[in-house]
């Protein structure tokens, strides 16, 4: 068992930006992620606000670039998942599948999943119609009729993206407008391939062992409605990934981590960075801002330990 100055739990734009600035400093420090480096910028298939690429750049491409970055530093990294964590110790602890590894501070970057609708049929058909990454799976609905559910910025670019393989995209959203930006709705609007079904909630997936129909009822008539559809691809929203930190940080009503303005958690040298803790903003951008200051604040705590 190895201690290490910090570790870093989650390796999203956050992480490696936190795993960067802390290889640079010369910190002996541990990047642990669960699944895929990138986190959820790695699912998404263009990424054109993130600074310094004037072409915008897919989410594997711009994942793969911090990697090897932060890496070229002397950033180590284990693909495993985190059982538990004990930050009450002074060499506060996290339990991974093969053991321990230990850090005298730590960063929370562990991000957040997509939402479930919680409708009949969903979980039931997930993986044979129903999906939550349409750069993972878009190509399987070539010539295909598919349904996005959501109005915000993902399900929207997830729905141009859509287009590409599809017949027709129908994008079912429970108010009467989008809440993605202007330009994304500019784009959908004038794609010949999207319709659009306001107002409207979905109440149950349907399909014999794969999807067939979705059920929805418009929120405003009390109206129900069945849309033939190949697949269905689910943007609700999101929520945190700290069920593992439940009980060793305050984290606030919807589960994210509540932090000071330096980044700092209720546990004593233990930092959140990135979409998993208490902000408005959850942008690439923003997650990489996070994870230098999160590092700085580290720096700050380790010193004067």
Not at 65 to 79: N, T
Not at 236 to 248: A, H, M, R
Not at 274 to 283: L, N, S, Y
Request: contains cysteine; negative net charge; glycine residues 12%.
């Amino acid at each position: 068992m190895t201690n290490h100055d910090l570790l870093i739990i989650g390796g999203g734009p956050a992480g490696l930006a936190a795993g960067l600035y802390a290889a640079r400093a010369r910190l002996s420090v541990l990047l642990i992620e669960k699944e895929m480096v990138g986190g959820q910028m790695a699912t998404t298939e263009l990424i054109e606000n993130y600074p310094g690429f004037s072409e915008g750049s897919s989410g594997v491409e711009l994942a793969e670039k911090m990697r090897e970055q932060a890496e070229r530093f002397g950033l180590r990294i284990e693909l495993d998942e985190v059982m538990s964590v004990d930050f009450t110790r002074p060499e506060m602890a996290v339990t991974l599948g093969d053991g321990e590894r230990t850090g005298r501070a730590a960063i929370i970057a562990t991000g957040r999943r997509p939402q479930l609708l919680g409708v009949p049929g969903e979980i039931e058909l997930r993986g044979r119609g129903v999906s939550y990454c349409a750069t993972c799976d878009g190509p399987f609905f070539r010539d295909k009729r598919i349904v996005v559910v959501g109005g915000g910025n993902s399900a929207i670019e997830e729905a141009l993206y859509l287009s590409r393989f599809a017949s027709e995209v129908v994008v079912v959203h429970r108010r009467d407008k989008l809440r993605a930006d202007r330009v994304l709705q500019e784009r959908s609007f004038n794609n010949k391939k999207m319709r659009f079904v306001w107002d409207s909630v979905v109440t149950s997936i349907e399909g014999d062992g794969k999807v067939e129909a979705l059920a929805v009822r418009n929120v405003k008539t009390g109206k129900t409605a069945s849309i033939a559809t190949d697949g269905v691809f689910v943007y609700v929203g999101n929520l945190p990934n700290t069920e593992v930190f439940k009980d060793e940080i305050e984290l606030d009503e919807r589960g994210y981590v509540i932090v000071d303005p330096e980044l700092a958690t209720s546990a004593r040298g233990v930092f959140a960075a990135g979409d998993v803790r208490v902000g408005p903003a959850k942008q690439v951008a923003t997650a990489v801002g996070d994870g230098a200051l999160a590092v700085i604040s580290a720096e700050r705590y380790l010193e004067n330990v």
